[in-house]
């Protein structure tokens, strides 16, 4: 009788604790997405973009950028989606090209090989510092990793072909 | 290495035997992010079948650093051993006040931060998240809360731990660029790429240059000293500390425990006696020397009314007077050297330490062997060699004079020289 007198309000007690850290948890990644959605909107960087889907999720956006010019993505405007996890800021963002794009560093599927979004992301990297550094990977593509083995050897070889290869895979996404 | 060619083949042979037998242990991936304290036996366990240096070293350690915290390996290791070191060191001292100063230079860090770029609306999260420790640090103190199972949990809870971390790399990484000079030479690419891809990269583990810059730019200033015990297989049987903060640590040190073989770090406490820290005994010691390397049993001497009650213990005639005395031999005569004469019974020094104590001049004319170097009391000043005017309000301070314990030992036993007087 006793025991389970004390034991409950113990129990109680431990769900609260557990859920007041989880809502911190989710409350810090949706401080942190709001701060930087702020940011964007009262500082936006040229040629980048960024926004939350529609569905009062913060933790999925989709993102533009414009290529950059002299690059053969000059005046492309190629869309991403950026998935959050809970563990944000502290675990990178999924990011994944919704247009298609033919680049060294970007597989067919949209996926992207770029060290920041991998094992050298750093937790004050932010929408904005990806998506500039995507735009630079479009003119710089690090072809000593590629994912599309054969834009890398174009990229090196023939620019002329690249820059059609560029083109006909490029589509411009409706908006929804 | 199975890729590599065998044209050392004996070599590599010998070296694999090596890596292997120092390979034993590996970092706890499954643990806690911080471990409660445990015998540090378990690390000698670890390598109990390993390289024989590595266990002669790993048996000495737990004699020498009987308990350890052992950090997840998760490649935060060594981030969150000082880190969590530096809360636990300022929770153990139990000074709110000093405990509110590095509350203070730590909001100031945060320009570092600014200096360098970063975004307040970035970083705020991981400053807010070190500004917490600081209050439940602060709050357990005036608790009076005597262990620091808080620490231990809130450093176990991933977010408030990665923020802190965060918050740490943060600073490093700041404090190098805006010290470039100090760092480069070390590193083997440019300052800023150094800190993109090794400092402020979430879960990189700290090298040799990371860890002097976070102790350089964020511990040094506590004052609390940062120690490696290096477990390399080098000779001997001790495991090789190095001293890494700039400085004599005045406040305390926390010990890391690396093995260079897994870059791995855990804490380590040495076995010491427990002295209590009070601030009124730790005061004057502020003032003078590292408390660390005094005699411990000494630290009693000045709290103790008996000894304190002994007249020429007190006051060192020779203070002041640039010649020393030997208060200690209260049964020799003064020699024929002594700039002072002998003294009528009535012009025998009153200890302070005595004034409240009912006393008569002539109960002290029946010990005509107690030395007379001492000054005379102030309600005779007329009758005072000149010398003697250079003290004049000292026997007013009375109590308040301390000895250095330090002098207390044999071989210094010539001369008695006092502190100045000490006032609150």
């Not at chain 1, 067919?108 to 750093?122: N, P, T």
């Not at chain 1, 630079?136 to 090196?156: C, I, K, M, T």
């Not at chain 2, 590599?12 to 304290?37: C, H, I, W, Y």
């Not at chain 2, 630290?299 to 000894?307: A, E």
Request: charged content about 20%; hydrophobic content about 35%.
């Amino acid at each position: 009788m006793e025991d389970s007198q004390n034991s409950a309000p113990d129990a109680l007690e431990a769900t609260k604790l557990n859920n007041s850290g989880q809502r911190t948890e989710t409350q810090s990644v949706t401080k942190r997405l709001q701060a930087e959605l702020m940011q964007l909107m009262l500082s936006p960087s040229p040629g980048i973009s960024a926004f939350p889907d529609g569905d009062g999720n913060l933790l999925s956006w989709t993102a533009t950028i414009t290529g950059p010019t002299e690059t053969p993505y000059e005046n492309l405007n190629l869309k991403l989606s950026f998935s959050f996890p809970n563990t944000y800021p502290y675990s990178a963002p999924t990011v994944l090209f919704k247009t298609p794009i033919y680049h060294p560093n970007v597989d067919f599927s949209g996926r992207i090989c770029l060290d920041i979004l991998k094992d050298k992301w750093s937790a004050v990297y932010n929408v904005q510092t990806v998506l500039l550094s995507l735009q630079s990977l479009l003119g710089e593509p690090n072809n000593a990793s590629p994912l599309n083995a054969q834009a890398a050897e174009l990229w090196d070889n023939d620019q002329e072909e690249f820059k059609r290869q560029v083109l006909a895979r490029h589509l411009d996404l409706d908006d929804e | 290495m199975s890729s590599s060619t065998n044209m050392n083949a004996l070599s590599q042979a010998e070296m694999e035997r090596f890596q292997k037998l120092s390979n034993e242990f590996e970092p706890d991936v499954q643990g806690p992010l911080v471990s409660t304290k445990q015998s540090s036996h378990t690390i000698a366990l670890d390598y109990a079948n390993a390289d024989p240096t590595l266990a002669a070293k790993t048996n000495d350690l737990a004699v020498t650093h009987p308990t350890t915290r052992i950090m997840k390996g998760d490649g935060n290791c060594g981030w969150r051993a000082v880190a969590f070191g530096y809360f636990e060191t300022m929770f153990n001292n139990r000074d709110p006040i000093r405990l509110q100063e590095e509350l203070i230079r730590f909001k100031t860090l945060n320009s570092y931060l600014d200096q360098v770029g970063h975004q307040e609306h970035l970083y705020e999260i991981f400053a807010d998240a070190t500004e917490e420790i600081f209050a439940q640090t602060a709050q357990a103190i005036q608790n009076g809360d005597r262990d620091e199972s808080f620490l231990v949990n809130a450093f176990n809870e991933e977010y408030s731990s990665n923020a802190v971390i965060t918050h740490f790399r943060l600073l490093t990484s700041a404090w190098m660029k805006l010290n470039p000079d100090r760092y480069q030479a070390y590193l083997t690419m440019p300052l800023d790429q150094y800190c993109g891809t090794r400092i402020e990269p979430v879960r990189s583990e700290i090298d040799e240059v990371g860890l002097q810059a976070l102790v350089d730019g964020v511990i040094n200033p506590s004052q609390f000293g940062v120690e490696i015990l290096y477990l390399d297989r080098s000779e001997g049987e001790h495991v090789t500390p190095h001293q890494i903060s700039d400085k004599c640590p005045i406040h305390a040190t926390i010990r890391l425990l690396y093995r260079p073989d897994s870059g791995h770090y855990d804490i380590l406490y040495r076995a010491e006696p427990t002295v209590n820290m009070t601030p009124m005994v730790n005061l004057q010691y502020d003032m003078t020397s590292n408390l660390e390397a005094w005699d411990q049993g000494a630290l009693n001497f000045d709290v103790s009314s008996h000894l304190m009650s002994i007249p020429n213990l007190m006051a060192d005639p020779g203070f002041g007077m640039g010649t020393p005395m030997s208060p200690m031999a209260p049964s020799v005569s003064p020699t024929p050297a002594s700039p002072f004469r002998m003294s009528p019974p009535q012009e025998i020094y009153q200890s302070p330490m005595q004034s409240h104590v009912p006393s008569h001049p002539q109960s002290h004319a029946s010990i005509p062997s107690i030395p007379v170097a001492s000054p005379p009391p102030q309600v005779m000043p007329s009758a005072a060699p000149p010398p003697m005017t250079t003290l004049p309000s000292r026997s007013s301070d009375g109590p308040q004079i301390r000895l250095n314990p330090l002098v207390m030992k044999p071989n210094l036993s010539r001369s008695l020289p006092v502190t100045t007087p000490f006032k609150k």
